[in-house]
């Protein structure tokens, strides 16, 4: 399978100036396909969604080919893909409307693995209503959450579980199937964070099991939004805040206000961009783009895959430098911390030379905690589709001179 890492970093206008972008768990670049989307949308006549005039047509496409896109991107329904301002934003949405259907006594399950944008609000919800929250812990040595652990903490009065399906600090991948088995069997919802997973692995949320899926495109080189995924029947039964003129349909109740069509325009390029990159590894050309886009992670996987782990050698002949991201399945994230040294010199250090990864706990702050490093967290490493063999020796070459 070819990946031609070149012709990738061609595309990311961004990358001309010449720094090493290690910062794609924060938000990745933009590629020139998905500035140019967005531009079109605003060059061309936009209203209200309706079916007579150009603006009116032209908003309808653009919202349902939004929803198309982000269908095959999740393996969903685009009926049950819902808009949102952010994932936090969509998740504190959510933790609100199901809040409504629990009883004080029900609990609800957080991970300690988490960004707080999947812990807070459930949290929240669950003290307005006097339920009772339980934690998952997941093993600092390892990094590792096991649905044993996850299911340990199940009752009968469980009403959902909130897990991440990678951990945006450390990268661990939890095994969302099984635990979807467990909170399935005790009749419960599960509610699965995949804005980091998103940009680095196929999502399936059948395959999953996740009820609920919350993602950002900024994260897969897309605008800065959210998404939300799950069965249209589902959805049906929530019944959110809204304004009493707007409509009921499904997905539109969960959506405030007019939407804005020319980031959705520019979600719809990020997911045909994704798509291309792995056009040749699919045989024929009349390949559908789900198909296209699992040839592409694939591929972008395998390139990921290889730099972290030159990465990780590396790494492991440097003194005094620990390596937390641990577990047997993560994405291309590694956190550093640093014997005797702060985080945040080394951030800083890097950026001298033009490497660009940020220090901190990065919103996952009970995971920070639980691994011993407080609200300072580490350095994170994080990989992205465009990084290259150039990026990674410029990354290890500033390493060493912070440390020597």
Not at 243 to 255: K, M, Q
Request: proline fraction near 5%; hydrophobic fraction near 40%; include cysteine.
């Amino acid at each position: 399978m070819s990946y031609d890492v070149d012709a990738v970093r061609a595309q990311f206008p961004a990358l001309r100036s010449g720094t090493a972008h290690f910062d794609g768990p924060g938000g990745t670049q933009t590629p020139a396909a998905v500035i140019a989307a967005i531009g079109e949308a605003m060059s061309r006549p936009l209203s209200i969604r309706g079916a007579a005039l150009p603006g009116e047509v032209n908003a309808e496409e653009i919202v349902r080919g939004f929803r198309r896109a982000m269908a095959d991107l999740l393996g969903a329904d685009p009926g049950g893909i819902v808009y949102g301002r952010s994932a936090t934003q969509l998740t504190y949405d959510f933790s609100r409307t199901l809040a409504m259907t629990w009883n004080p006594g029900d609990e609800v399950v957080v991970s300690r693995l988490d960004h707080d944008a999947n812990i807070r609000p459930w949290v929240r919800a669950a003290e307005r209503v006097g339920a009772v929250v339980r934690w998952a812990d997941f093993d600092p040595a390892t990094g590792e959450l096991s649905p044993e652990t996850v299911g340990a903490q199940i009752t009968g009065r469980t009403r959902l579980v909130a897990v991440t399906g990678a951990s945006n600090l450390i990268g661990t991948r939890p095994d969302i199937p099984a635990i979807a088995g467990l909170v399935h069997r005790a009749g419960a919802l599960l509610y699965v964070d995949g804005v980091h997973l998103t940009a680095h692995r196929t999502v399936d949320v059948e395959r999953l099991g996740a009820d609920f899926f919350v993602c950002s495109p900024y994260k897969f080189f897309g605008p800065h939004h959210g998404v939300l995924a799950a069965r249209p029947e589902l959805l049906g039964t929530l019944r959110p805040d809204k304004l009493a003129p707007s409509t009921d349909a499904v997905p539109e109740r969960f959506e405030l206000g007019t939407l804005p069509y020319e980031s959705m325009a520019g979600t719809r390029a990020a997911v045909d961009f994704l798509a291309s990159l792995g056009a040749d590894a699919v045989s024929g050309a009349d390949a559908g783009r789900r198909e296209r886009l699992r040839s592409a992670y694939a591929a972008i996987d395998a390139h990921e895959t290889a730099l972290r782990e030159s990465i990780e050698k590396a790494v492991g002949e440097l003194d005094g430098v620990t390596v937390r991201s641990r577990a047997a399945e993560r994405t291309p994230t590694l956190l550093l911390t640093f014997e005797g040294r702060d985080a945040a010199d080394a951030y800083r250090a890097l950026a001298r030379s033009g490497v660009h990864a940020p220090a901190g706990s990065f919103y996952a702050l009970e995971a920070s905690r639980h691994l011993g490093l407080g609200e300072a967290g580490g350095l994170r490493v994080g990989l992205s589709a465009y990084n290259d063999t150039a990026d990674v020796e410029r990354l290890l070459t500033g390493l060493s001179d912070f440390l020597r």
